[in-house]
């Protein structure tokens, strides 16, 4: 089982939908939760990073944490054309420095 | 620079040539990350440099695979008798350390693909 799951998708929306990404994780010593954005042919972008359980929204973009649940969300609201990326969530654990990812989730919002 | 640079970003090399990929990170980061991406996949970690001592190097998938950052700056991962395997997006990023929350955040360059034939 790989430490961190991620729905491959590909997820496909009309613009101006509600999109919602999810990871399940299984180490309970990871604390800090990343999203990360990759356009094709470029190399992954911060969006988002969060340390605690509950939500954090920054714009258009919601992460959301439930450690009880090792589960992890990303909601985009008002989804755009431009939003068209593969999302990767990566985990790391208060010690290693190094990020784990997921296998990333490919999303299309069609205009 | 303002970003992290690799370089070649595309290199085809026939099996059993040795390659060298380059990165140039942010300047002033002591952090400095190498990952595979294979097709379709998230990055998988290689290994960690802090200035020029090599701290984790437990992602490296063989012998063949070595990186050096002899000067704390640039480096370089160079991969010897390529196979097909190796194949992938080779991605460096660089961090000036944890905030202070205690996370690491990372920068990205936009990776070196290569295909061996």
């Known amino acids: 089982q790989k430490e961190v799951e991620q729905d491959p998708g590909p997820l496909s929306v009309p613009e101006g939908a509600i999109v919602s990404l999810n990871c399940t994780y299984s180490?309970?010593?990871?604390?800090?939760f990343m999203w990360y954005r990759q356009y094709s042919r470029k190399g992954p972008e911060l969006l988002m990073y969060t340390y605690s359980s509950g939500n954090k929204e920054d714009g258009r973009f919601t992460a959301q944490v439930d450690k009880s649940s090792k589960y992890i969300s990303l909601f985009i609201r008002d989804s755009q054309p431009s939003d068209s990326a593969t999302y990767l969530c990566?985990?790391?654990?208060?010690?290693?420095?190094?990020?784990?990812f997921g296998s990333g989730t490919q999303l299309t919002v069609l205009p | 620079g303002a970003g992290v640079s690799q370089s070649p970003r595309y290199k085809v090399a026939k099996r059993g040539q040795d390659v060298a990929l380059r990165c140039d990170p942010i300047?002033?980061?002591?952090?400095l990350f190498w990952y595979q991406q294979a097709l379709g996949q998230g990055p998988e970690f290689l290994t960690y440099?802090?200035?020029?001592?090599?701290?984790?190097k437990s992602g490296l998938p063989s012998d063949r695979f070595f990186a050096e950052r002899p000067e704390g700056s640039v480096s370089t991962l160079k991969i010897q008798r390529t196979q097909q395997e190796d194949s992938a997006v080779y991605l460096c990023?660089?961090?000036?350390?944890?905030?202070?929350?205690?996370?690491?955040?990372?920068?990205f360059g936009a990776g070196s693909r290569l295909t061996v034939l």
């Open positions: 300047s002033g980061h002591v952090s």
């Open positions: 180490n309970s010593a990871f604390q800090y």
């Open positions: 990023a660089s961090s000036s350390g944890l905030t202070r929350a205690g996370a690491n955040v990372l920068t």
């Open positions: 440099f802090q200035n020029e001592a090599q701290l984790d």
């Open positions: 990566a985990i790391s654990s208060g010690s290693a420095r190094q990020l784990t």
